[in-house]
């Protein structure tokens, strides 16, 4: 969705293809099914004018590149599921056959290196009887973070061109030519490396933070004091440097438990991206322990949970470390009162058996302890609303109250 509107911001003609019917009516309407900041905006912009959502494959050969954005979640054993990756090639396979003009088909969807060439190149192309001059490759990964989508779009820090051949890796160039940013030509399988290592380290810098937060705990000292020191060196930057619950959303997670799979079938033991994980998983555990010690059993407990969602400002709650925080507290035998402005209804598919509540003093009300899960703005305003609580014992999972004294898992 983001790069259809964003590259119809940059000028060009987009055909979205969304196979869902519900979600092509849904868009059709200028209406979005998740929140994503501007996006609407965007969508209403455009759609009608150079967007146009359909679930029809038929325009592609009318068109000069297809942009494959589908989703690669995990599989239960960490590897990535390429189903509907393959299935949207095929479909685009299709297409093409007949087509006589030059076609450039971009994997943009997350996909373990290697992807494109055994598996997207050989779907599209069977059953084709055209020659490989017809059809250009190229690998382009996005680095887009939710819930500043756009922004990351309009002003990436780099593009990353990979392609099969010069022709297809220019024609790249040429439709991202309105942005202002270094663009670096590549292969296609080192492309697709390109954006699993970028998350794997990025995940990597979070849970060195955390391990060493969990560490600075036991000293009584604070890691954000220490990591302010750290990131002031221009070789570490303070970027990913918070510690906390740790890392969740549909990318950190799922991305480097795609590349520990893939290093294990390469006969690699993948021991720094393991303990990645491994500190990760321990992160929401700590927090209920901490919990537990501050409150006793946890038994009959009320215990407010303040965010859902994996960080602000999205309703995105896939792998968030409230799951894990909540299903640990309701394992303990807590009660459990939540909120989060936006994904109430997400966790709600998710989690049943908590009382959702619509605000966050509905949340504190007679709660024994409250626990801060998502860095939303509207909870570092939170004051008065405290004193609604049986006992105020309040430990953040992120640290945005942490001035006014409040204990956090790392601090
Ligand atoms: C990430 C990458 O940043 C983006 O480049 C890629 O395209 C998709 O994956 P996103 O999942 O939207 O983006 O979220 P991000 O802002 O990176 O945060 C991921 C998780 O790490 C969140 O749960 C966040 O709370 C956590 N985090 C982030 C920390 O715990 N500490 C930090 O210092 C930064």
Redesign the pocket.
């Known amino acids: 969705m983001v790069s259809s509107v964003c590259l119809a911001e940059l000028g060009h003609s987009v055909d979205l293809i969304e196979i869902d019917d519900a979600k092509v009516a849904s868009l059709n309407s200028g209406r979005v099914p998740i929140y994503e900041e501007g996006l609407e905006e965007m969508l209403v912009k455009h759609i009608d004018h150079c967007l146009k959502v359909t679930p029809d494959y038929d325009n592609i050969c009318n068109t000069d590149a297809t942009f494959v954005c589908v989703g690669t979640p995990s599989l239960s054993d960490g590897s990535a599921d390429l189903s509907m990756i393959k299935s949207a090639s095929s479909s685009i396979g299709e297409a093409l056959l007949g087509s006589r003009k030059y076609h450039v088909v971009v994997v943009k969807s997350t996909v373990p290196p290697g992807t494109t060439e055994k598996v997207v190149i050989p779907e599209i192309l069977e059953n084709r009887h055209l020659k490989n001059q017809d059809i250009g490759f190229a690998m382009n990964p996005?680095?887009?973070?939710?819930?500043r989508a756009i922004k990351d779009f309009m002003k990436p820090d780099r593009i990353i061109i990979g392609s099969a051949d010069d022709k297809a890796g220019d024609f790249i160039e040429s439709v991202y030519r309105g942005l202002n940013a270094p663009m670096i030509r590549t292969g296609l399988t080192e492309a697709e490396m390109v954006k699993y290592a970028?998350?794997a380290f990025?995940a990597t810098?979070?849970s060195f933070?955390n391990e060493v937060g969990n560490i600075c705990k036991d000293l009584g000292i604070d890691v954000y004091e220490v990591m302010k020191g750290v990131g002031m060196d221009h070789r570490i930057n303070q970027?990913?440097?918070?510690a906390?619950a740790?890392?969740?959303?549909?990318?950190?997670p799922k991305d480097v438990s795609a590349l520990i799979h893939l290093a294990e079938d390469l006969d690699e033991d993948p021991i720094l991206l393991k303990s990645v994980m491994a500190i990760n998983e321990l992160q929401p555990k700590r927090l209920v322990d901490l919990l537990e010690k501050r409150i006793g059993h946890l038994s009959g407990k009320r215990v407010a949970v303040l965010g859902l969602a994996?960080?602000d400002n999205t309703d995105d709650v896939r792998a968030s470390?409230s799951i894990y925080v909540i299903s640990e507290l309701k394992r303990r035998g807590a009660r459990v009162a939540a909120y989060d402005p936006k994904a109430n209804n997400s966790m709600q598919s998710i989690l049943s058996d908590v009382d959702y509540c619509q605000n966050a003093a509905e949340a504190l009300n007679n709660a024994d302890a409250c626990l801060i899960m998502t860095?939303w703005p509207e909870f570092s305003a939170l004051d008065r609303e405290f004193d609604r609580m049986k006992t105020k014992v309040i430990i953040e999972g992120?640290r945005i109250l942490s001035c006014a004294g409040f204990e956090g898992i790392c601090w």
């Open positions: 996005e680095f887009l973070r939710e819930g970028s998350n990025l810098k979070i933070s970027y990913f440097l918070n906390g740790g890392f969740g959303g549909s990318c950190f994996f960080k470390r860095e992120r």
